[in-house]
């Protein structure tokens, strides 16, 4: 509960730091950046992506981004990423299903479509 209300507080009166996952399309591309790795999904449809990683030892493929992490908390804000929060995605190997969480976002970035990467 308490990483819940740390969060609360931080995002405060902020704009931009925020995701909303409903916002993309087929096509589009998203970028989140954390402290070690960079992620690049390629949107297929509601939040399955094609994945791929500046490190080879995180997963690839297809995905489905679910949301974000409240720093070592449980909680988890459904289909939204924000600076600060940890990425939670799962994705299938080998017939089992996996999670995966990040080191806390840095940095997103959206593209629609073709057109430009957008901070």
Known sequence: MEDWLLYLKSVAGKYGDEFDL???SPGDVLKVVTQ????LF??????EAELFCSRADRPKGRVRIM???FGRSSSIK?????CGGNLELTY???GVSMKHTTTAIREIYW???Q????K
């Open 22 to 24: 409903t916002q993309l």
């Open 36 to 39: 070690h790795t960079d992620y």
């Open 42 to 47: 390629t949107t297929i449809e509601g939040c």
């Open 67 to 69: 949301g974000c992490t």
């Open 78 to 82: 459904p289909d939204h990423l924000f």
């Open 92 to 94: 299938d190997l080998q």
């Open 111 to 113: 593209r629609i479509g």
């Open 115 to 118: 057109g430009p990467l957008l």
